[in-house]
């Protein structure tokens, strides 16, 4: 039986630390998951859900409650995520450059033919991961965890018409990826394949 | 009506394959509604057609993977575990502090009334000493 996570919450909130420790059990995985997408690798994912069960721990009292707990935390996790990707782009700036071109795996499969038997879990997730962070942030909280756009925007700091335009980029970038089509295909591209 | 005709200008211009393309992401979870120019084209040409199915499937994808937990490493539970242990233990640490620190200054201030009244009833005793000593003599 899955746990009472706002009974969790209400004794939480009283101050029972151990009703909190439930709470992080019972929602470490989701959160872990999250984080790892938002950040690509397991090392900041670590450090991401640490850091985000802190700072919900000691805002558990600002908590309303009329959002589940789960949405709260995925915006918590969010925010870490993104103050931590800004953190390395101090140091990597070409991690959140929108325009960085991910590797090209899509040789030797027939996307239309994959599609007839239903999408490959690892081949969405892996073309996930080659997006750019600040793409990737956007699509994986909205078409993945179904937050608004306005949380989104505010989460990661930027303007709700700024979340809605990589959006879309970064639905445009996984539909090229995974459904490549031949206007898809540079001009150089088709050169080399026919030449080949 | 002139507005019609301005509106029937502005539908006649047929978008092209690439306009609608550009237009497809942001509107495939249908909470955007889209142009009537792009509904149209999208209704009569297969390639648009085809494009959005792809747009639909990769979203359905994408849904899926919410249900998909990643198995974080066996240090990750007790990671955050220790780290909250830790932050509760500084807390708990501050809030002795702030108490100890509220304890002795409310001794200081204690102990200062105390000497403010042992003071004024030495002061009190002695001004009344004075005045009986004349009737001593």
């Known amino acids: 039986m899955p746990p009472d996570l706002a009974g969790l919450v209400t004794s939480a909130r009283s101050g029972d630390k151990s009703a909190f420790d439930e709470l992080v059990k019972a929602t470490y995985a989701d959160m872990y998951t999250l984080a790892f997408r938002l950040m690509g690798n397991e090392e900041d994912a ?6 985000a069960y802190l700072r919900a721990y000691r805002g558990l009292k600002r908590f309303r409650g009329d959002a589940r707990f789960t949405t709260w935390m995925y915006r918590i996790t969010a925010n870490c995520a993104s103050t931590n990707l800004a953190k390395r782009s101090r140091h990597r700036h070409d991690e959140l450059d929108d325009e960085a071109q991910p590797i090209d795996v899509q040789a030797d499969h027939n996307p239309e033919q994959q599609a007839e038997f239903g999408f490959e879990r690892d081949r969405v997730s892996r073309a996930l991961e080659e997006l750019p962070p600040r793409l990737r942030a956007v699509i994986v909280l909205r078409d993945i965890y179904d937050l608004p756009h306005g949380d989104i925007a505010e989460e990661l700091g930027i303007t709700e018409a700024a979340a809605k335009v990589r959006l879309h980029r970064a639905r445009r970038k996984l539909r090229e990826r995974l459904f490549p089509t031949r206007t898809d295909v540079s001009p150089e591209e088709e050169g080399e394949s026919h030449a080949v | 009506m002139p507005s019609e005709h301005r509106e029937q200008r502005r539908t006649a211009r047929r978008l092209t394959c690439e306009e609608v393309a550009a237009a497809l992401p942001g509107i495939v979870d249908g909470k955007a ?12 040409c297969l390639r648009c057609q085809a494009e959005l199915v792809h747009y639909r499937k990769l979203l359905r994808a994408l849904r899926q993977l919410r249900t998909d937990y990643l198995e974080p490493a066996p240090g990750v539970l007790s990671g955050i575990l220790a780290n909250l242990e830790e932050a509760g233990e500084r807390g708990a640490i501050r809030s002795l502090l702030s108490g100890r620190r509220a304890a002795y200054i409310g001794g200081v201030a204690v102990a200062t009334a105390a000497a403010g009244a042992a003071g004024t009833i030495v002061l009190v005793s002695r001004a009344s000493a004075r005045r009986r000593m004349p009737l001593a003599g």
């Not at chain 2, 509604?33 to 009569?44: T, Y």
């Open chain 1, 46 to 51: 670590r450090d991401v859900v640490q850091d």
């Open chain 2, 33 to 44: 509604e889209a142009d009537r120019r792009v509904q149209h084209h999208v209704a009569s």
